[in-house]
């Protein structure tokens, strides 16, 4: 059949116009659903809200007695020997433990091996059974001298008068924590990259100036992490001094407790804040801390707690400032 003249065709016609884009802004992107993660949290928000019904709600707490004894003198004053302990042990304890990590990547055999045999010897032992073998030193040794080795002696001190409680504690918190330390330091050398150790031969510069000024700043970066995490652990181990006679935060508490046992879970919840508040601002120091060594060696510094508050109500006036619009 034959079209007549002038007529279009279908495959001629023009193609139609295509619909207009839908604003985007318009469209709201529905998120995926995630049922596990609401229920855990609310398992977690169920337990959480139970736990502080308990901790208002029980009598036998007896918060009053709580605030009663929180900042007593006698608190007080075992909290700064706790703090005493603490400050003593970490330093003589890094400072050991750099000695004994140097020994151990030293060339010496000798060193080798004394490095590791004192690391395996006191972490192997338990930090209690050091401080009680210190505490009854004595009964062992009557003196101790100076002099040649296996010759005349010098000079001779009564070790009774010299090992006093706190003596005892620093020095026994002091070896543990060096054991320890000797491996935190050991890796943090270890994890800089060898060019850095070329680089500084190449310059020919001293081994000593290498390690002060390169390859220690440089460790830190790894050290300061882990060494945190151990003077975290040195403060709660301060609790063990009691043991040797000395009166800390807890061994003020346990001595409390006796006197007074009707207040011993109050007690125990003042050491138990207290330690809290210790280990709180440690961790606030050690943040900071790594955000100082973490200058170069990151594009962006880690947000500090202000900054992400700011952050954070700055993304919810946007959030309902878009919702509003909608």
């Not at 139970?50 to 909290?79: M, S």
Request: hydrophobic share 50%; no cysteine; net charge positive.
């Amino acid at each position: 059949m034959s079209e007549p003249p002038g007529a279009v065709t279908l495959a001629e016609a023009p193609p139609a116009d295509p619909p207009p884009p839908r604003k985007l802004t318009a469209q709201r992107v529905q998120p995926l659903r995630r049922p596990g993660r609401w229920i855990a949290t609310v398992v977690v928000l169920v337990l959480a809200a139970q736990f502080v019904h308990g901790l208002v709600t029980n009598p036998f707490y007896q918060w009053d007695r709580f605030g009663y004894w929180f900042l007593r003198p006698t608190i007080l004053d075992g909290l700064l020997i706790t703090l005493e302990v603490t400050a003593w042990s970490a330093v003589l304890g890094l400072l050991g433990g750099i000695l004994l990590a140097l020994a151990r990547l030293s060339r010496s055999p000798v060193l080798r091996a004394a490095s590791w045999t004192y690391v395996w010897a006191l972490r192997s032992i338990p930090l209690i059974v050091v401080l009680l073998f210190l505490y009854n030193f004595s009964a062992l040794y009557k003196t101790l001298s100076v002099g040649v080795p296996f010759g005349p002696a010098f000079l001779t001190f009564d070790e009774s008068r010299l090992a006093t409680d706190m003596a005892i504690a620093v020095i026994g918190l002091s070896l543990n924590e060096a054991a320890y330390a000797a491996e935190v330091v050991r890796g943090g050398i270890l994890s800089v990259d060898q060019g850095q150790h070329e680089a500084a031969s190449a310059l020919g510069l001293p081994k000593g100036y290498q390690f002060r000024r390169i390859v220690f700043p440089l460790a830190l970066r790894s050290i300061t992490p882990n060494y945190v995490n151990q003077l975290i652990g040195l403060i709660k181990s301060t609790s063990l001094v009691f043991y040797v006679s000395l009166l800390d935060l807890f061994g003020t508490a346990q001595s409390m407790g006796s006197t007074y046992p009707g207040d011993i879970v109050p007690l125990l919840l003042v050491v138990t804040v207290w330690y809290l508040i210790l280990t709180s601002l440690v961790s606030v120091v050690q943040f900071y801390v790594e955000r100082y060594f973490a200058r170069g060696a990151t594009r962006s510094l880690p947000p500090t707690p202000l900054q992400k508050l700011r952050t954070g109500l700055r993304d919810l006036r946007e959030r309902a400032r878009r919702e509003a619009a909608v």
